[in-house]
């Protein structure tokens, strides 16, 4: 997609509120379900409970592939959003800490750009179910950007 197309569709997307197109864009975002929701200036990323993300049947709970893939792809999805960035970024490295189970419910996820240079951006991203201040997960991404 060319760097027109996306600026388009991010525009597009920050008038109508709905971030469809842009997922549409990202393969794997699409086959677990992931969900943009706009509060404010914040974005907050939902992954809808899924019987296919089910890693573990006994607890159930999340697979954590697909905890850490909803991460990473959520972060590439809010610098594409936030940051006019006129092509997908790219991802150089992903670090997460698992604090708890992921169990069979919603998932939501909030980023934060915590540097944004001309190459490089630096993400910190929260991963949470049933309250914010108790996090399933944490993790460090940097992308390429340029």
């Known amino acids: 997609m060319s760097e027109l197309n996306i600026n388009a569709l991010v525009r597009q997307a920050h008038e109508t509120?709905?971030?469809d197109a842009l997922i549409e864009l990202i393969p794997y975002a699409r086959l677990i379900g992931i969900e943009c929701l706009r509060l404010g200036d914040d974005m907050v990323f939902r992954l809808p409970a899924s019987k296919n993300n089910i890693?573990?049947?006994?607890l159930p709970a999340?697979?954590?592939?697909?905890?850490?893939?909803?991460?990473e792809h959520s972060a590439l999805l809010h610098l594409l959003m936030f940051m006019e960035i006129p092509h997908m970024p790219k991802i150089i490295d992903f670090s997460i800490d698992y604090l708890r189970a992921g169990h069979y419910r919603d998932?939501?996820?909030q980023c934060q750009v915590w540097r944004q240079g001309r190459r490089v951006a630096n993400v910190a991203i929260t991963a949470w179910q049933t309250n914010q201040t108790e996090p399933i997960a944490t993790a460090r991404a940097h992308f390429k950007v340029d």
Do not use: L
Not at 55 to 58: A, E, K, R
Not at 62 to 71: D, K, P, R, S, T
């Open 62 to 71: 999340i697979h954590g592939g697909v905890i850490a893939g909803f991460m």
């Open 17 to 19: 509120n709905n971030y």
């Open 55 to 58: 890693g573990n049947p006994i």
């Open 107 to 109: 998932t939501f996820v």
